[in-house]
């Protein structure tokens, strides 16, 4: 793709969240798209299939952000133990502040099955750093409780905590006042 071309994406990208924001996923129609980025709905659609594929690209995008933010975070941590809990309240606080203003919860029936395309491609996101973390905490000897047997089975575990808080923070901003007990509980255990 062109340099002009991803610029085009990224304008259309940015007006879709706009409207998606006033309208919602579900009203929001790809003229309205077009209409927001001033770009005719012909361009939209070489660009993009559908509304669903704009969502999705548009999600997509906010995660790698999000991720590589986080990866920037847990940079600047020595042991494992702070590189994962960074990781985790990072990625949480993240997908609060930048999906709660899009209020899919509304839209949720509508776009459960793109909703499910992103959670999936996160995870396979999550999986990798966490995996990355751990591995580095075993050999470091950081992790009592684990083995590196028990890697692969963590490792999805944290993805799994990961998942559920994300995808509801992802449809629904209420559920924030769960992360500093689950930080807590990930951390110092019962």
Excluded: C
């Excluded at 991803?6 to 077009?34: C, H, P, S, Y």
């Excluded at 548009?58 to 590589?68: E, G, N």
């Excluded at 990866?71 to 941590?77: L, T």
């Excluded at 960074?86 to 899919?104: G, K």
């Amino acid at each position: 793709m062109t340099e002009k071309e991803n610029l085009v994406r990224a304008d259309i990208l940015r007006a879709a969240e706009a409207v998606f924001q006033r309208w919602g996923v579900t009203k929001t129609t790809m003229e309205d798209i077009a209409r927001q980025a001033g770009k005719a709905k012909s361009t939209l659609y070489y660009h993009f299939e559908n509304k669903d594929d704009v969502l999705d690209a548009m999600a997509q995008v906010k995660l790698l952000r999000i991720v590589d933010q986080a990866r920037v975070v847990i940079a600047g941590k020595t042991t494992a133990k702070e590189q994962l809990l960074a990781y985790i309240l990072t990625i949480f606080r993240e997908v609060r502040e930048s999906m709660a203003p899009l209020n899919l919860e509304r839209d949720l029936a509508s776009i459960r099955a793109v909703v499910d395309r992103i959670v999936g491609k996160f995870d396979a996101m999550n999986e990798k750093v966490v995996e990355t973390i751990l591995r580095s905490g075993l050999e470091r000897g950081e992790f009592r409780s684990i083995g590196s047997g028990d890697l692969p089975i963590t490792t999805l575990a944290i993805g799994a905590v990961i998942k559920s808080l994300t995808f509801n923070l992802f449809i629904d901003s209420r559920d924030k006042r769960l992360i500093d007990p689950i930080i807590r509980l990930m951390s110092e255990g019962l």
